[in-house]
């Protein structure tokens, strides 16, 4: 399995409250990715990043904020969580080429905010 | 990016080939056709992907029409593990897709003894 490690794997907390979910790859892969999963969206693109200091928005960004100052290390925060934002978070890495598309997922991140 | 049709479940007994199919109509000439799946709680896999020509790996084989406005993934001896969502996707696997990949609904394949 592609060395992807997502932590926290479970995080209960409030609304109004920062959260940063960590994920951290071993694979030296140029390109990460964060999605959400919710019942009757499916996965949602967040954020991507193309490399150590480059990101840009997906399809679901407002609220959501990421980082990425080093190439294994690719930050997720939700600077005032809303209850909107209790989802599955799943993070992703793929590397440059002909086969780009092939995403290596984590095992992601369950968020309750209350 | 293409967008996709799929069944949204088929069942399919243990041993026997599971044959999922997937329209994509408005697909263009530089996008590709991408499998993932996603047990239950876990993160989505890749499984396969192609342009044109029938393509298998060890998981799976993808057959595509000659018009490339479909395409069947088939698992050709399906075991209780293989019980998934399968998604089906059609991307650009160039300029600035990015790995911006867009799941649907997919197909819930159920394999039963």
């Known amino acids: 399995d592609a060395g992807i490690t997502q932590s926290p794997r479970h995080k209960v907390t409030e609304t109004g409250t920062p959260v940063t979910l960590r994920c951290h790859q071993t694979?030296?892969?140029?390109?990460m990715y964060w999605y959400r999963q919710d019942p009757g969206h499916g996965l949602r693109l967040i954020h991507y990043?193309?490399?150590?200091?480059?990101?840009d928005k997906g399809e679901v960004s407002d609220g959501y904020s990421v980082s990425r100052s080093k190439t294994e290390d690719f930050l997720l925060t939700l600077e005032s969580a809303t209850s909107s934002q209790t989802s599955v978070y799943f993070c992703?890495?793929?590397?440059?080429?002909?086969?780009?598309?092939?995403?290596?997922f984590g095992s992601g991140t369950q968020l309750s905010v209350l | 990016d293409a967008k996709t049709t799929q069944p949204t479940s088929m069942d399919c007994a243990e041993g026997r080939a599971a044959n999922l199919p997937c329209n994509h109509s408005?697909?263009?000439?530089?996008?590709?056709v991408y499998w993932y799946r996603q047990i239950h709680s876990q993160g989505p896999q890749y499984i396969i992907h192609?342009?044109?020509n029938n393509e298998t790996n060890e998981m799976a084989s993808l057959i595509i029409t000659e018009d490339r406005k479909s395409s069947t993934l088939i698992l050709p001896h399906a075991t209780l593990r293989d019980t998934a969502v399968y998604y089906c996707?059609?991307?650009?696997?160039?300029?600035?897709?990015?790995?911006?990949?867009?799941f649907g609904q997919g197909t819930i394949l159920t394999v039963h003894p």
């Open positions: 990043s193309y490399g150590v200091k480059d990101t």
């Open positions: 996707i059609v991307t650009n696997a160039g300029g600035t897709s990015y790995g911006k990949l867009t």
């Open positions: 192609g342009l044109k």
């Open positions: 992703a890495i793929s590397e440059a080429g002909r086969g780009y598309m092939e995403l290596f």
């Open positions: 408005t697909i263009s000439g530089n996008e590709y």
């Open positions: 694979e030296n892969h140029r390109y």
